[in-house]
């Protein structure tokens, strides 16, 4: 897949609402992902606190404001669309005000009380969360977002996901092919 042909379905043209376009990046899902963030001169920030770990700071999700033209916006999609590395998210909010939302769901609890890691941020795991809440969730999920966009199983499509009058809207955009 050209990383052009998926730039323009995440930029559609006639959107022009102000909202920039984030990544959510899984940095467990390629070793390259983070020495890639740090090198990218784009607006970064880890979703976890404070002084991480070495391994975990390679392992951690990242949320990174990304640009239409920009290098690492081509190697991201070029390298990764197609292998689950992350979600795509369009909103007005500032990246703070982003990752201080999105990190509200980095934990879940078992029906035990057992704290387990939710990694909404994998799209295998998004598209099957999302068709499964209410109104009142899909609020509290979406807070700040416009949209969510991510890759389909078949990776030829691109997912677009909305919230609407408490209901889960989904665009399905086929990706012109390579």
Not at 26 to 50: F, M, Q
Request: net charge negative; hydrophobic share 40%.
């Amino acid at each position: 897949m050209k990383p052009e042909n998926i730039i323009d379905a995440l930029w559609p043209s006639s959107t022009d609402d102000g909202a920039q376009l984030y990544a959510v990046l899984d940095g467990a899902r390629n070793e390259g992902i983070y020495p890639a963030a740090i090198k990218s001169g784009c607006e970064y920030e880890c979703l976890y606190r404070g002084e991480l770990e070495p391994d975990l700071a390679e392992a951690a999700p990242y949320l990174v404001k990304l640009e239409k033209t920009h290098p690492f916006t081509y190697w991201l999609l070029g390298k990764g669309w197609g292998d689950s590395w992350g979600i795509f998210v369009q909103s007005t909010a500032t990246l703070r005000d982003l990752r201080h939302h999105f990190r509200k769901f980095l934990m879940v609890y078992s029906p035990e009380a057992k704290p387990m890691y939710f990694r909404y941020y994998d799209p295998r795991v998004l598209r099957i969360y999302l068709p499964t809440c209410n109104a009142q969730e899909l609020a509290t999920v979406f807070g700040p977002v416009t949209s969510f966009v991510l890759e389909d199983a078949d990776a030829s499509n691109l997912l677009r996901l909305s919230s609407s009058e408490g209901a889960l809207q989904v665009q399905k955009v086929a990706l012109p092919p390579a």
